[in-house]
């Protein structure tokens, strides 16, 4: 079974743009999740989605937003990129999210940096 | 809201030595309690989990936590450390109030000098 992937690996952008990274989870799961992870702030929580719907939220501005098709793939989105953005983006799958005990499931991350 | 408290920064030990990792979390109600793990050049992947029964809980590779419901904590503890366990650690807590959203704390990178 493959596991959940992401693209790019690897992105370059400057302070304005935007940009779209992709989420394919593990086939059969129907939850993911997004993640920003840097140096001393750990994982932060961006946002989850189910069944095309976003069923939860972290504290990010509204320059971030996902959004999840019908075959449970998902994108995110960061409009007028700033420094700031620059960090490791993870996504995580599970089967459907509603249990607490569900084990999540890491792609290897966007690295996305802003100049 | 949730949220997840990592003390130790880096941790630093030598080969052989005990470990202890401390995870403290802010929840006041039920909580499921998991330990990531991301070794160099890896993906984050689960070392253990709490979601009932036994407090103490035993994951791969020798490693266990102890649910402490009255200090809200959740340590992770390995007897004897070894140069492979070099990785960053992740404690995290799902609130059955909003089940789907977990909450990871900050990391703990651990160095094992050999």
């Known amino acids: 079974k493959a596991g959940v992937t992401q693209t790019p690996r690897y992105l370059i952008k400057t302070r304005g743009q935007q940009v779209t990274l992709s989420c394919s989870p593990i086939s059969g799961h129907r939850s993911v999740s997004w993640y920003q992870q840097t140096p001393g702030q750990g994982l932060q929580f961006l946002f989850e989605y189910f069944s095309e719907t976003q069923r939860n939220k972290g504290n990010f501005p509204g320059r971030f937003s996902g959004r999840q098709f019908s075959n449970s793939r998902s994108e995110m989105n960061v409009s007028t990129l700033e420094l700031g953005d620059s960090a490791l983006y993870l996504c995580?799958?599970?089967?459907?999210?509603?249990?607490?005990?569900?084990?999540?499931?890491f792609g290897s991350g966007t690295q996305l940096s802003v100049l | 809201a949730q949220s997840v408290s990592q003390h130790n920064h880096h941790v630093i030990l030598s080969e052989a030595a005990s470990l202890e990792l401390g995870c403290n979390y802010s929840y006041g109600g039920t909580v499921n309690l998991f330990w990531y793990v991301q070794y160099p050049g890896q993906h984050l992947q689960l070392l253990l989990k709490?979601?009932?029964?036994?407090?103490l809980v035993k994951g791969i590779k020798g490693f266990e936590a102890e649910f402490i419901k009255s200090k809200f904590s959740f340590n992770l503890r390995k007897p004897s450390v070894q140069w492979s366990d070099t990785a960053e650690y992740f404690c995290a807590v799902n609130a059955y109030s909003s089940a789907s959203k977990i909450i990871f704390g900050s990391g703990t990178r651990l160095s094992i000098r050999p």
């Open positions: 709490y979601f009932s029964g036994d407090p």
């Open positions: 995580a799958s599970s089967l459907d999210g509603t249990s607490t005990n569900e084990k999540l499931f």
